[in-house]
């Protein structure tokens, strides 16, 4: 239709057939198009490597980017809000103890076997080949607590041979202590 009545589009503009994208999809007002990458085994972090690296070989156009997402940058959020949640139930276990054990040195002590946890947990992954992933991670989250458990449980017995019903020194209650909860800690820990 025109002001002057109907007006075959021929007339008015050059008609050809042409091939376009289905879609136009924008994000922030910047055109956008996705590549989806499927990983070949179990570890996305190794795949998504390997995507970063071909990316920064990239020679792309002016006012063109190449950026990571979907489950690759899920994953490394998910990492980041593990960590956090680790630093977090470690200063929390940390007040806990200060305020149960009235003592700022003995809760420092008991939070040097943390790093013991993770320790045995790296090399049990390196050890059977299982990337670190979610539930490796949420399974140093439970050993935190499982070692954290066993070191309240060896200091309080200790504090109570120093105490005033036994009045052993030190070393003597750090010895009887330690024998006595040998056993449940190692099978504790073993679990």
Same mark, same amino acid.
């Given at each position: 239709?025109?002001?002057?009545? #109907? ?7 050059? !008609? ?7 879609? %136009?999809?924008? &994000?922030?007002? =910047?055109?956008?198009? #996705? ?12 795949? &998504? ?21 979907? *489950?690759?940058?899920? =994953?490394? #959020? #998910?990492?980041? =809000? ?8 470690i200063a929390i276990v940390y007040v806990v103890l ?14 040097? &076997? %943390? ?12 050890? &059977? ?16 607590? %499982? ?5 309240? !449980?060896? %200091? ?8 005033r019903e036994h009045r052993m020194d030190l070393e003597e209650a750090i010895e009887k202590g330690a024998t ?8 504790? *820990?073993?679990?």
């Open positions: 239709p025109a002001a002057g009545g #109907t007006v075959r589009l021929d007339e008015l503009a050059e !008609v050809e057939e042409a091939l376009t994208v289905e879609t %136009i999809t924008s &994000s922030n007002d =910047q055109r956008t198009a #996705t590549v989806a990458v499927t990983p070949g085994g179990d570890d996305l972090g190794a795949t &998504s490597g390997e995507v970063r690296d071909a990316l920064a070989g990239l020679d792309l156009p002016q006012g063109a980017a190449a950026e990571l997402g979907g *489950a690759a940058t899920e =994953q490394e #959020t #998910t990492f980041r =809000q593990l960590g956090l949640a680790v630093l977090a139930a200060v305020a149960t054990f009235k003592s700022l040195v003995q809760p420092l002590v008991l939070l040097v &076997s %943390i790093p013991f946890a993770a320790t045995g947990a790296v090399l049990a992954l390196l050890a &059977s080949g299982v990337p670190l992933g979610l539930a490796s991670l949420v399974g140093v989250l439970m050993l935190v607590g %499982i070692v954290v458990t066993n070191a309240v !449980v060896l %200091i309080d017995l200790i504090n109570q041979y120093r105490g006595r909860r040998l056993r449940p800690i190692v099978m504790t *820990a073993l679990a």
